[in-house]
C-alpha cells in the first residue's frame, strides 16, 4: 500500500473516531459525503453518525449505529456484512483515534475530500479520454465540458457557515465596491432604465418588443457601453452573421450611416474614423456567435468555451426564442432555467 493510501485511510478512520466522541462536529462537514470514503464500512459508519447527530443524539453507541444501519433496504444492502460486534470494536478504539478539536476534524475531513476530488477527476478524465477515442461518439465538446463542470461543481461547497458578525464587514465592502454613479451593478447606458433594474451577475434581464421594434439595436447599444466599461461580452445571435454585425458595431461607433459604411461610400476622414474603431474592438474582451436556430447545446458549447477563452461578464442572447407555445410564465420559466445553467449575467 502507498504511503498516500495509507494517509487517506488514517483520516478516514480518524473521522468515523471523532464522531463518535463527538457527533456534533458532523455539522462542520456537510460537504463530506458518504461515497467520498473509499472503505465501505466507514461510508456506512459516518451515514449512521450523521443521521444520528441530526436527532440530537450526542452519546454513539453500537446499539443505535446498528438501528440505523437496519432502518431501510437500501441501507441494510450496504452494511450487510457489518456486525453489532464490529461496531463495538469500532467504538473502543475511537479513544485512541479520536481527535478533540474542530480544526483537527476539519483537517481530516480535507484530506478525505481532497483525495476524493482527485479520484473523481481522475475517472472524469478518463471518460473524457474514452469520448474522445469513440468516432461515433457524438456532442462529444458539451459532454466533456459537462463531464468537468460536474465534478468541480460537486467538490465547490464550503463547510464553513460562519456568523453574521462575522461577514457583515465583508458584505457592507462588497456593497461600496459595487456602487457606480450611484448604481449598484453594472449601470445601463440609459439612466432611466438604471431607475428600475442593472446587470447583476446571475441574473436575467428581458427586452421585449414586437418585431422590428429595435430590440437588437438596443441590444447593440448595452453591448458596446458595456465594452467601454471594460465587461467581457459574449454575443449570441440568431440573425445577424458576423459580417453584418460588424458594419452595424461601426456605424454605431462612428456615426457613419450603414449603407454608406457598407458601399464605401465615405470620406478620408470617415475612413479614419472606421480604421479606429477596429483597433479599438481589438482590445475589448467581446465574442460574436452567429447562431441561426438556437439549441441549448450550442448556446453551453459557445458559453464554455468563450469563458475559457476571454472570460465572460454578461451574455446577449439575440434573440431567444422559446421551444413552446406557452404563456409569457412559460417563456419566464425557461429564460430562468437557461440562466441557471450558465451562471453568468445577461
Given at each position: 500500500m502507498k504511503a498516500d493510501e495509507i494517509n487517506r485511510l488514517d483520516s478516514e478512520s480518524g473521522i468515523?473516531?471523532?464522531?463518535?466522541?463527538?457527533?456534533?462536529?458532523?455539522?462542520?462537514?456537510?460537504?463530506?459525503?458518504?461515497?467520498?470514503?473509499?472503505?465501505?464500512?466507514?461510508?456506512?459508519?459516518?451515514?449512521?453518525?450523521?443521521?444520528?447527530?441530526?436527532?440530537?443524539?450526542?452519546t454513539v453507541d453500537a446499539f443505535g449505529v446498528m438501528q440505523i444501519l437496519e432502518s431501510s433496504d437500501a441501507m441494510r444492502r450496504i452494511a450487510k456484512d457489518i456486525t453489532i460486534e464490529q461496531i463495538q470494536e469500532l467504538i473502543e478504539m475511537s479513544e485512541i483515534l479520536a481527535r478533540n478539536s474542530i480544526e483537527?476534524?476539519?483537517?481530516?475531513?480535507?484530506?478525505?475530500?481532497?483525495?476524493?476530488?482527485?479520484?473523481?477527476?481522475?475517472q472524469r478524465l478518463k471518460e473524457c479520454e474514452d469520448l474522445c477515442c469513440n468516432e461515433e461518439a457524438n456532442?462529444?465538446?458539451?459532454?466533456?465540458?459537462?463531464?468537468?463542470?460536474?465534478?468541480?461543481?460537486?467538490?465547490?461547497?464550503?463547510?464553513?457557515?460562519p456568523q453574521f458578525k462575522d461577514v457583515v464587514d465583508d458584505c457592507w465592502n462588497e456593497i461600496q465596491n459595487r456602487q457606480q454613479d450611484g448604481y449598484a451593478g453594472i449601470p445601463f447606458?440609459?439612466?432611466?432604465?438604471?431607475?428600475?433594474?442593472?446587470?447583476?451577475?446571475?441574473?436575467?434581464?428581458?427586452?421585449?418588443?414586437?418585431?422590428?421594434?429595435?430590440?437588437?439595436?438596443?441590444?447593440?447599444?448595452?453591448?458596446?457601453?458595456?465594452?467601454k466599461k471594460d465587461q467581457a461580452v459574449l454575443y449570441l445571435d440568431s440573425e445577424l452573421n458576423t459580417r453584418m454585425f460588424t458594419a452595424r458595431v461601426l456605424a454605431h461607433l462612428t456615426g457613419i450611416e450603414y449603407r454608406r459604411l457598407t458601399t464605401g461610400n465615405y470620406t478620408e476622414e470617415e475612413k479614419r474614423k472606421i480604421d479606429d474603431a477596429r483597433a479599438w474592438l481589438k482590445t475589448r474582451k467581446f465574442t460574436h456567435i452567429y447562431i441561426p436556430m438556437f439549441d441549448q447545446q450550442s448556446i453551453y458549447t459557445a458559453v464554455k468555451k468563450v469563458k475559457h477563452v476571454q472570460g465572460l461578464d454578461v451574455l446577449i442572447v439575440d434573440y431567444f426564442k422559446g421551444s413552446g407555445e406557452g404563456t409569457a410564465f412559460d417563456s419566464y420559466q425557461e429564460l430562468g432555467k437557461f440562466?441557471?445553467?450558465?451562471?453568468?449575467?445577461?
Open positions: 468515523i473516531a471523532t464522531l463518535i466522541k463527538h457527533p456534533d462536529f458532523s455539522f462542520y462537514s456537510e460537504n463530506l459525503l458518504p461515497n467520498h470514503f473509499t472503505n465501505r464500512q466507514n461510508r456506512c459508519f459516518y451515514t449512521a453518525i450523521c443521521e444520528m447527530a441530526k436527532n440530537n443524539i450526542t483537527e476534524y476539519k483537517l481530516l475531513v480535507g484530506n478525505v475530500v481532497d483525495a476524493a476530488f482527485r479520484r473523481d477527476t481522475y456532442d462529444i465538446q458539451e459532454k466533456i465540458y459537462g463531464l468537468i463542470d460536474e465534478v468541480m461543481t460537486d467538490y465547490s461547497t464550503t463547510d464553513d457557515i447606458k440609459f439612466d432611466k432604465l438604471n431607475e428600475y433594474a442593472t446587470i447583476e451577475r446571475g441574473e436575467l434581464f428581458i427586452f421585449a418588443a414586437e418585431a422590428k421594434q429595435g430590440k437588437s439595436m438596443m441590444l447593440l447599444n448595452c453591448a458596446m457601453d458595456l465594452l440562466v441557471d445553467k450558465h451562471h453568468c449575467s445577461r
